[in-house]
Protein backbone atom coordinates (compact mmCIF):
# COMPACT_ATOMS: atom_id res chain seq x y z
CA UNK A 1 0.00 0.00 0.00
CA UNK A 2 1.23 3.33 -0.82
CA UNK A 3 -0.13 6.47 0.67
CA UNK A 4 0.47 10.15 -0.63
CA UNK A 5 0.52 12.97 1.50
CA UNK A 6 2.51 16.69 1.49
CA UNK A 7 6.29 16.77 2.40
CA UNK A 8 7.74 17.37 5.88
CA UNK A 9 10.92 18.02 6.69
CA UNK A 10 11.99 15.02 7.36
CA UNK A 11 11.71 13.54 4.11
CA UNK A 12 14.65 16.02 2.69
CA UNK A 13 17.45 12.68 2.56
CA UNK A 14 14.94 10.82 0.99
CA UNK A 15 13.73 12.98 -1.61
CA UNK A 16 17.17 13.93 -2.96
CA UNK A 17 18.07 10.33 -3.17
CA UNK A 18 14.72 9.66 -5.05
CA UNK A 19 15.53 12.33 -7.28
CA UNK A 20 19.20 11.50 -7.67
CA UNK A 21 18.27 7.78 -8.38
CA UNK A 22 15.77 9.03 -10.76
CA UNK A 23 18.18 11.02 -12.69
CA UNK A 24 16.06 14.05 -12.09
CA UNK A 25 19.16 15.86 -10.05
CA UNK A 26 21.52 18.43 -12.27
CA UNK A 27 25.02 20.33 -10.92
CA UNK A 28 22.87 23.81 -11.69
CA UNK A 29 20.12 22.61 -9.40
CA UNK A 30 20.69 21.99 -5.64
CA UNK A 31 18.14 19.77 -4.94
CA UNK A 32 18.54 20.64 -1.27
CA UNK A 33 17.54 24.57 -2.25
CA UNK A 34 14.76 23.69 -4.04
CA UNK A 35 13.20 21.45 -1.36
CA UNK A 36 14.22 24.37 0.90
CA UNK A 37 12.41 26.68 -2.06
CA UNK A 38 9.25 24.94 -2.43
CA UNK A 39 8.89 24.93 1.38
CA UNK A 40 8.09 28.64 1.12
CA UNK A 41 5.64 28.69 -1.68
CA UNK A 42 2.92 26.39 -1.53
CA UNK A 43 4.32 24.14 0.41
CA UNK A 44 0.82 22.09 0.19
CA UNK A 45 1.46 20.83 -3.31
CA UNK A 46 5.08 19.03 -2.62
CA UNK A 47 3.76 15.56 -2.66
CA UNK A 48 5.10 12.57 -1.41
CA UNK A 49 4.25 9.00 -1.86
CA UNK A 50 5.13 6.64 1.29
CA UNK A 51 4.85 2.87 1.48
CA UNK A 52 3.54 0.69 4.49
CA UNK A 53 7.37 0.97 5.65
CA UNK A 54 7.73 4.34 5.68
CA UNK A 55 9.76 4.71 2.44
CA UNK A 56 9.40 7.67 -0.14
CA UNK A 57 8.91 6.06 -2.80
CA UNK A 58 7.34 9.16 -4.95
CA UNK A 59 7.22 12.76 -5.40
CA UNK A 60 5.47 15.63 -7.13
CA UNK A 61 6.23 19.36 -6.90
CA UNK A 62 3.19 21.28 -8.53
CA UNK A 63 2.36 24.65 -8.41
CA UNK A 64 0.18 27.73 -9.71
CA UNK A 65 1.27 31.27 -10.77
CA UNK A 66 -2.20 32.60 -11.47
CA UNK A 67 -1.64 31.77 -15.21
CA UNK A 68 -0.53 28.13 -15.27
CA UNK A 69 0.09 25.37 -13.17
CA UNK A 70 3.67 23.24 -13.27
CA UNK A 71 4.39 20.34 -12.02
CA UNK A 72 7.72 19.31 -11.39
CA UNK A 73 9.76 16.71 -10.36
CA UNK A 74 8.05 13.84 -10.61
CA UNK A 75 9.68 10.59 -9.44
CA UNK A 76 8.56 7.54 -8.80
CA UNK A 77 11.20 4.53 -7.31
CA UNK A 78 12.18 2.08 -9.76
CA UNK A 79 10.46 -0.75 -7.43
CA UNK A 80 7.02 0.80 -7.94
CA UNK A 81 7.35 2.04 -11.59
CA UNK A 82 4.33 0.39 -13.85
CA UNK A 83 2.29 0.54 -10.64
CA UNK A 84 0.09 3.37 -11.51
CA UNK A 85 1.91 5.57 -8.32
CA UNK A 86 3.51 7.87 -11.25
CA UNK A 87 -0.26 8.52 -12.88
CA UNK A 88 -1.79 9.02 -9.03
CA UNK A 89 0.33 11.71 -8.39
CA UNK A 90 0.01 13.27 -11.68
CA UNK A 91 -3.99 13.49 -11.13
CA UNK A 92 -3.54 14.42 -7.53
CA UNK A 93 -1.63 17.12 -8.62
CA UNK A 94 -4.15 18.19 -11.22
CA UNK A 95 -6.67 17.97 -8.94
CA UNK A 96 -5.14 20.33 -6.46
CA UNK A 97 -4.53 22.97 -9.57
CA UNK A 98 -8.42 22.63 -10.43
CA UNK A 99 -9.13 23.51 -6.87
CA UNK A 100 -7.08 26.44 -7.22
CA UNK A 101 -8.76 27.75 -10.32
CA UNK A 102 -6.26 26.56 -12.68
CA UNK A 103 -6.74 26.30 -16.56
CA UNK A 104 -3.92 25.00 -17.93
CA UNK A 105 -0.80 22.55 -16.79
CA UNK A 106 2.43 22.44 -18.03
CA UNK A 107 5.37 20.46 -17.66
CA UNK A 108 9.16 19.99 -19.04
CA UNK A 109 10.62 16.94 -19.99
CA UNK A 110 14.34 16.51 -21.32
CA UNK A 111 14.33 15.31 -24.84
CA UNK A 112 16.19 12.37 -24.44
CA UNK A 113 13.40 10.69 -21.77
CA UNK A 114 11.38 9.42 -24.42
CA UNK A 115 9.94 6.91 -22.28
CA UNK A 116 8.50 9.43 -19.45
CA UNK A 117 7.42 11.65 -22.72
CA UNK A 118 5.30 8.37 -23.32
CA UNK A 119 4.55 7.99 -20.42
CA UNK A 120 2.80 11.93 -20.21
CA UNK A 121 0.75 11.56 -23.96
CA UNK A 122 -0.47 8.36 -21.98
CA UNK A 123 -2.21 10.93 -19.45
CA UNK A 124 -3.24 12.96 -22.29
CA UNK A 125 -0.31 15.69 -22.42
CA UNK A 126 0.88 17.08 -25.95
CA UNK A 127 4.26 18.73 -27.27
CA UNK A 128 3.97 21.63 -28.27
CA UNK A 129 6.15 24.44 -29.87
CA UNK A 130 7.58 27.14 -27.77
CA UNK A 131 11.48 28.10 -26.88
CA UNK A 132 12.22 27.43 -23.28
CA UNK A 133 14.09 29.96 -21.76
CA UNK A 134 15.79 30.79 -17.71
CA UNK A 135 18.47 32.82 -16.45
CA UNK A 136 19.65 32.17 -13.41
CA UNK A 137 19.36 34.60 -10.31
CA UNK A 138 21.22 32.62 -7.42
CA UNK A 139 23.70 29.85 -8.20
CA UNK A 140 23.34 26.62 -6.88
CA UNK A 141 26.09 25.14 -8.89
CA UNK A 142 27.20 21.90 -6.44
CA UNK A 143 28.96 18.80 -7.26
CA UNK A 144 27.24 15.60 -7.96
Known sequence: MVYIRTFTAGDSDAVVALWTDAGLTRPWNDPVKDIWRKT???????????????????????????????????????????????????????????????PKVQLQVRPENTGVIEFYERLGYATYQAVSMGKRLESDEIDL
Open 40 to 102: TTQPEMFLIAEDDEGHVVGSALAGYDGHRGWIHYLAVAASHRGTGLGTELVRRAESMLVELGC
